[in-house]
T-cell receptor
Framework: DAGVIQSPRHEVTEMGQEVTLRCKPI?????LFWYRQTMMRGLELLIY????????DSGMPEDRFSAKMPNASFSTLKIQPSEPRDSAVYFC??????????FGSGTRLTVV | AQSVTQLDSQVPVFEEAPVELRCNYS??????LFWYVQYPNQGLQLLLK??????LVKGINGFEAEFNKSQTSFHLRKPSVHISDTAEYFC??????????FGAGTRLTVKP
């Protein structure tokens, strides 16, 4: 298994632009999580899905952030419009029945 | 809601010395406990987990952790560290399968 695959690995964009981060979970996993990691705030859970359905999005910072999971093998996290304070590493993770997560390598987002 | 505290932000240690990374949690119900390792520019990798049963849990790379319910602790130990163990280590706790909370992390630096 190739693990959790995230793309792109690095993204540099200008303030105000739309950014889309992508994630392919491990086949057969029924949970998918989006985390954000910064030096100041550590790892923050943004949103998670169970069987493609969003369950808890209370960690999404504001309406500029949105996430979708159209099928079991693909999820996106979109920021529109992006701001410099959104600069962080965004991780996707998946799990089977929720016990122990497998993380992707992350997307390092820089908004200038 | 559950929370986790990693008592040391940085732990420097010499190669082949033993190490303990401390983790305390708070919760009003039964919990599941995890340790993850993050190497530079990579995602988090599961080291070990406690779900139930024996309180001494062995993980990968020679690490082990002991669940102490009375002290609400889950400290990570290794009897002899290597240079390659230099990384960030995260303790995590969950009450429900899909609600994992991470500590702030402990940076382990192994010196020659």
């Amino acid at each position: 298994d190739a693990g959790v695959i995230q793309s792109p690995r690095h993204e540099v964009t200008e303030m105000g632009q739309e950014v889309t981060l992508r994630c392919k979970p491990i086949s057969g996993h029924d949970y998918l999580f989006w985390y954000r990691q910064t030096m100041m705030r550590g790892l923050e859970l943004l949103i998670y899905f169970n069987n493609n359905v969003p369950i808890d999005d209370s960690g999404m910072p504001e309406d500029r952030f949105s996430a979708k999971m159209p099928n079991a093998s693909f999820s996106t996290l979109k920021i529109q419009p992006s701001e410099p304070r959104d600069s962080a590493v965004y991780f996707c993770a998946s799990s089977f029945e929720g016990y122990g997560y497998t993380f992707g390598s992350g997307t390092r987002l820089t908004v200038v | 809601a559950q929370s986790v505290t990693q008592l040391d932000s940085q732990v420097p240690v010499f190669e082949e010395a033993p190490v303990e990374l401390r983790c305390n949690y708070s919760s009003s119900v039964s919990v599941y406990l995890f340790w993850y390792v993050q190497y530079p520019n990579q995602g988090l990798q599961l080291l070990l987990k406690y779900l139930s049963g024996s309180t001494l849990v062995k993980g990968i790379n020679g690490f082990e952790a002991e669940f102490n319910k009375s002290q609400t602790s889950f400290h990570l130990r290794k009897p002899s560290v290597h240079i390659s163990d230099t990384a960030e280590y995260f303790c995590a706790v969950s009450e429900a399968r899909e609600d994992m909370r991470f500590g702030a992390g402990t940076r382990l630096t192994v010196k020659p």
